[in-house]
């Protein structure tokens, strides 16, 4: 299981088993997290609303993040944006508190990761600028709500992540290999993915590559890159989607001297709910 | 090339080199067919326009073939029926006769083919029901249109088709298989051509199956059960639409007294615009 404080008074189911997680609201969630009482993972928790990825930066690096961003929408779709030095992501929900609401963060010095802490008020600047990312759990949601089931799920497991031969388009400091999430499927499984995918761009929308891992530069499915392997049986093909990892790998390239993200699986939950996401 | 009539003193552009044939209108290549002065392939004619499939069938038969229809909306999308005895379609075109208005018919007697004449006036009888079927020409287009290529047209051949060792949903005399056409896609396209092909289920929608084709008991696509084989590289997936032969294929099984299809290729060119078509 997932590291809980040892002063649990009320407890926020984390972890991996989404189909059995009690219904949370955002906001309890944040404040478990923002009282310190929750640092594990999100998934399953307040399953009809959004979860973002986070990434902080000072404010000269946030004009070639955007950049970055805009020029890799899929990996990189953006939920919201913060104003220079201002800990509030209004358009997420109102008493959102970027410092403290997210359960778990990791922080870069240099490319480093140097700590993973509960709280980032101690380290915050008034150039901070915070940005908020769209997560597969929200199209991992819409496939379970068509009855669909993924392995990794099931399992108990993070999905697995694998670094690509595609490089992602540059922007200023900010470059990297896409990432990108791999989930086995059944053919009409995968199909219905794609239509069902393709309706929630902003978190990361249809698959970017079905079938040979080959063609997009992975040697093994078996050894991802980051989270899990899972097995991909004989009557299924690997779908893949772009990955918000790697935003955070152009963040680790980029060697800045500080930056902050969410620690993996530990995401921001937010008041937005997965349907208000749907294009279609 | 197509059989054409001697006399064809308008000429209309058939056949399958679908870029660079001219615009015609629905009206112009259905008066071509009804003069007799065409009775080739209309893959490409009016190119912004909806064909249709053909199946003719006495009355008695109608609520059987609907039923199956209903049953098997992927291969059998119903565009239109026409009333007993009526061979107008006005839903289709105000001026549609469907005795002389597709190019080239087939006829069947108890499941035989006999005879592939240009007009089935001499044929008709008071008690047909004409069934209009959409047709892969359609979401074909609109897969042209987005700058995708197709490797039977690019070649000048016929989509390869197969039978799949899935059973249609069977109703009353009508029974088969699903029979499937397939065209090779890069990985990228595939997923394109799902989101493209999702908009326009009136004309199979969406895939049914992609990769290995032994999962739909397909044992070698280097030999189609109907039309030409094409070859599919090492970085392509086979992709697989339910197809228009389905209803064709059940019709020979029920082995009726008398039905009348269109002939492959010679398809009912309507006036709807396959944009009307779009569902989203």
Same sequence: chains 1, 2.
């Avoid at 953006?78 to 990791?106: N, S």
């Avoid at 949601?141 to 399992?155: C, K, N, V």
């Avoid at 918000?244 to 152009?250: D, E, F, I, R, Y």
């Amino acid at each position: 299981m997932h590291p809980m404080s040892a002063e649990q008074s009320q407890p926020v189911a984390g972890g991996l088993g989404r189909r059995s997680t009690p219904a949370q609201t955002p906001a309890q969630v944040r404040q478990a997290a923002r009282s310190g009482r929750f640092n594990g993972h999100t998934s399953g928790l307040a399953d009809r609303h959004v979860q973002g990825n986070l990434v902080v930066l000072p404010a000269e690096h946030a004009a070639d993040f955007l950049r970055f961003c805009q020029r890799n929408p899929k990996p990189c779709p953006l939920l919201a944006v913060g104003e220079p030095g201002q800990p509030g992501l209004p358009g997420l929900g109102a008493d959102i508190d970027i410092r403290t609401d997210v359960p778990r963060y990791r922080v870069w010095r240099h490319g480093e990761l140097v700590d993973e802490p509960g709280d980032i008020s101690a380290l915050w600047q008034s150039d901070f600028v915070s940005f908020v990312l769209g997560c597969s759990f929200s199209f991992e949601q819409a496939l379970l709500d068509e009855g669909m089931r993924l392995r990794h799920i099931d399992e108990g497991r993070n999905v697995a992540m694998f670094r690509t031969s595609t490089a992602a388009a540059a922007a200023g400091p900010f470059a990297g290999p896409l990432v990108v999430t791999m989930r086995p499927l059944k053919a009409a499984d995968a199909i219905r993915a794609v239509q069902i995918t393709s309706r929630y761009p902003a978190v990361h929308g249809a698959p970017v590559h079905i079938g040979d891992p080959a063609l997009i530069g992975i040697a093994d499915l078996s050894r991802p890159d980051y989270g899990d392997a899972v097995v991909v049986h004989a009557d299924e093909l690997p779908v893949f989607w772009a990955c918000g990892v790697t935003p955070q790998a152009a963040l680790v390239q980029a060697r800045l001297p500080l930056a902050i993200t969410h620690a993996p699986g530990c995401m921001l939950v937010t008041d937005l709910l997965n349907h208000q996401l749907a294009s279609f």
